[in-house]
């Protein structure tokens, strides 16, 4: 049985998640049995990520010793020789890496495809997967993104915008009278106080901002151009967005799963090397 786990090293965190497969041929399925979202520390060496990961793979009941296959995405390169190290240590398997030279069965249109962080072909696909083309995902992270696949699958570029995290932080690193609040939604857009006024503008902001964006891109894109959004707040600001169809949080995980089952032949052929 192939059990799988994947990795997405972002600037801010690390999502990791388990698929377990059952069945042959056809018959195949996959279900996501675990997920867990770490804090990205730079300067975490592999012995320390491996106590972490050990840790919550038995909390979870999880034998490393099943893990059959790892695919690893990173925005962050120094991170991922640690990472690569992690996974031989516990796992005894050299990973699969998004990158330069991996089967992701979606033409890159960018004018320098080395410069697309692998997270957002990895949402392309997976948004693609689910919903055909034209698709446009939308990645709430550090950065706020917006990729773009055409009705034929191709990744056609798209938008980067600042994080909601990310704003804030650089609001109350300039605003001495400003202090931190919960990204929550306040009762009314007109807010009473400092923290609601804050709320406001986040909330309902960021989802203006997504909602003219999206609108712009269909005018290039497609009228018909489906939205599926992404992220630790896509929920939020999914809720007050109009043109955000659905929230799948797991994106990322399932597009990493996606593109190592279009490499299976590739991850047997590393498995064989390793073990001999």
Not at 2 to 9: E, F
């Amino acid at each position: 049985m192939t059990t799988l786990l994947v990795i997405d090293i972002g600037n801010t965190n690390v999502s990791l998640g388990v698929f377990e497969y059952h069945g042959e041929g056809d018959a195949e399925r996959h279900a996501l049995a675990h997920h867990w979202r770490i804090s990205t520390h730079r300067e975490q060496t592999s012995d320390e990520l491996s106590l972490t990961l050990g840790g919550l793979f038995d909390q979870a009941g999880q034998h490393r010793r099943d893990i059959t296959d790892v695919i690893i995405s990173s925005v962050v390169p120094p991170m991922l020789p640690i990472w690569e190290r992690v996974s031989t240590k516990l796992f005894e398997r050299s990973p699969l890496i998004v990158g330069p030279g991996i089967r992701t069965g979606m033409p890159v249109r960018y004018e320098n495809p080395r410069e697309v962080g692998a997270d957002r072909i990895v949402n392309a696909v997976a948004a693609f997967e689910m919903f055909g083309g034209p698709v446009i995902a939308v990645d709430f992270g550090t950065a706020t993104t917006f990729d773009c696949v055409s009705p034929d699958g191709e990744y056609l570029g798209g938008v980067i915008f600042p994080g909601i995290h990310t704003s804030l932080e650089a609001l109350f690193a300039r605003a001495a009278m400003l202090h931190r609040v919960e990204i929550a939604r306040p009762k009314t857009v007109i807010g009473k106080t400092t923290t609601t006024a804050i709320q406001s503008g986040l909330l309902f902001g960021f989802a203006g901002v997504v909602d003219s964006l999206v609108e712009r891109i269909r005018e290039e894109l497609g009228a018909n151009s489906r939205v599926v959004a992404t992220g630790g707040l896509a929920h939020r600001v999914g809720g007050e967005s109009r043109t955000i169809e659905r929230v799948e949080p797991f994106l990322t995980l399932e597009g990493l799963r996606i593109i190592f089952d279009k490499n299976r032949p590739a991850a047997e052929n590393s498995r064989k090397e390793t073990s001999g």
